[in-house]
């Protein structure tokens, strides 16, 4: 006798309510009992627990894509197994895609809504005329209906309406908080080119009005433009290094440097050396917000003597060579400007610590020189 083979699961009548149903029993049960976020959480609670928190929805989809056998006897075909891509059809009608847009829509409007609260609004009505309130005190007139105001969408609803069709995939999830500092204007304006965003730090950029419009009308503004734009032949452009540093707020995250240090700093990171630009670019992804951050970090941690000798016109190809593959390692800078700064430093300390020890081991070659008659 054959293998018995399970007949097909039929769809069911309404998939969007079999799905949400679904994702708040057997699939809130699955992450329950899989994430430690959830264990104290009581059952009938887990969903909007999830739904109301991005980051726990985030770590809810790297679980169905890092363990999809945990879902298997939910997010499966109608032939009863899993999905082999997200385009397949599950058991109940809808794609696997379709299934993921829908729980990314739901989240981002629960925070939007949450976060764009609309205002409240006083209305105080008009004085009576003088005889309608003597009226209204005999009990001659009826008192005045309050108006009727027309229910309007709230700034959530309104961000929520523009950016919808474009909340599609499960990396979006951890995006959401910075979409709610879009203006709806600048979502209808990017239209689909919103997905070319996947770092939360451009799409704060975004939140800036001058560069949302700059943007939508097909500009690139400078903050997120390729980092070789700053390059002019071998050399940074030291006016354009100053404009990003400005734009950047680099004063707030060294503020040890004053105006002047500043400046300073900015002269010297304009004439470093091209054999190091040529070997940090590429590691750094030609990112100009993270190239700048890198070399003033440098320079921060190396001192102004230290970074003209190893970084300056007479570069230390080694140093060089050893901070460029330590930075290619590394997974890519990702974060705010201060978390990004605090993972450079760590990077920087074994150069740190290397030429610590090449300044050390040359002073007692030198004494070692001195001793000899």
Not at 66 to 75: A, M, N, R
Request: net charge positive; with cysteine.
């Amino acid at each position: 006798m054959g293998t018995p083979v399970c007949a097909p699961i039929l769809p069911t009548a309404d998939p969007i309510d079999t799905v949400r149903t679904l994702l708040r029993h057997d699939i809130a049960a699955i992450l329950r009992k899989n994430l430690p976020a959830l264990k104290l959480v009581a059952e009938d609670k887990v969903y909007d627990k999830v739904m109301d928190d991005p980051i726990l929805l985030d770590q809810g989809f790297r679980l169905l894509r890092s363990k999809p056998e945990l879902f298997k006897e939910v997010v499966r075909t109608r032939e009863r197994t899993l999905p082999s891509s997200d385009t397949d059809p599950l058991w109940c009608g809808r794609t696997l895609a379709e299934a993921v847009a829908l729980v990314v829509r739901a989240c981002a409007r629960r925070y939007f809504r949450r976060r764009l609260k609309a205002p409240k609004l006083t209305l105080t009505p008009p004085k009576p005329p003088l005889l309608f309130q003597i009226g209204l005190a005999l009990g001659l007139v009826d008192p005045p209906r309050a108006p009727k105001r027309k229910a309007q969408p709230t700034p959530g609803e309104k961000l929520y309406l523009a950016i919808r069709d474009f909340l599609l995939y499960d990396w979006q999830v951890p995006l959401i908080p910075a979409y709610a500092a879009l203006s709806p204007a600048t979502v209808v304006g990017l239209g689909p080119r919103i997905l070319d965003f996947r770092d939360p730090l451009k799409l704060q950029l975004l939140a800036d009005e001058n560069i949302g419009h700059a943007l939508v009308e097909g500009k690139t503004p400078l903050l997120l433009s390729d980092a070789g734009k700053m390059i002019n032949s071998d050399n940074i452009d030291a006016e354009m290094l100053w404009s990003v540093c400005q734009k950047m707020r680099l004063g707030a995250l060294f503020p040890d440097f004053n105006a002047t240090e500043m400046r300073k700093a900015v002269a010297m990171i304009a004439a470093t050396s091209p054999v190091a630009l040529k070997a940090f670019l590429p590691v750094l992804g030609d990112d100009i917000r993270k190239f700048t951050l890198y070399l003033f970090t440098t320079y921060a941690c190396f001192g102004p003597t230290r970074y003209r000798q190893v970084l300056g016109a007479h570069a230390q190809g080694w140093v060089i060579e050893a901070m460029a593959k330590r930075a290619a390692r590394e997974p890519a800078l990702s974060g705010t400007h201060e978390e990004m700064k605090a993972t450079i430093e760590t990077w920087l300390n074994s150069a740190v610590a290397a030429l610590d020890q090449s300044d050390k081991d040359r002073a007692e070659a030198y004494q070692s020189l001195d001793r000899v008659k």
